[in-house]
């Protein structure tokens, strides 16, 4: 099995930046897709950005394009969201995912972390 470790989240301002790190361990990722996803209070888990393991392509939800920037370090098996202009709309927990497929839906994904908080203030 892969775990999936999320760090990085806290309160931040309105219009301030926060990167967020998943660290994966266990099994290899191999050529599954690497996702953050979010979820608000009130509100069901939502697709934030993808990435794959091996290759560049990337992916965002229309939330968060142009603002959020998914990446990876194949040397420490992590994966990386910096999220920048950030709004209070984006306070969420932040939940790292890892899949088999190229998808943007949630149920797709089998291996989850625990979550970060991450706090805007306006």
């Known amino acids: 099995q892969v775990q999936l470790a999320e760090s990085g989240g806290g309160l931040v301002q309105a219009g301030g930046s926060m990167r967020l790190s998943c660290a994966a361990s266990?099994?290899?990722?191999?050529?599954?897709?690497m996702a953050w996803f979010r979820q608000a209070p009130g509100k069901e888990r939502e697709f934030a950005a993808r990435?794959?393991?091996?290759?560049?392509?990337?992916s965002y939800a229309d939330p968060v394009k142009g603002r959020f920037t998914i990446s990876r370090d194949n040397t420490k098996n992590t994966v990386y969201l910096q999220m920048n202009s950030l709004k209070s709309e984006d306070t969420a927990v932040y939940y790292c995912?890892?899949?088999?497929?190229?998808?943007?839906?949630?149920?797709?994904?089998?291996?989850w972390g625990q979550g970060t908080q991450v706090t805007v203030s306006s």
């Open positions: 990435i794959m393991w091996t290759g560049d392509d990337t």
């Open positions: 995912a890892a899949g088999p497929y190229l998808s943007s839906f949630s149920r797709w994904y089998t291996y």
């Open positions: 266990g099994s290899s990722p191999g050529s599954y897709v």
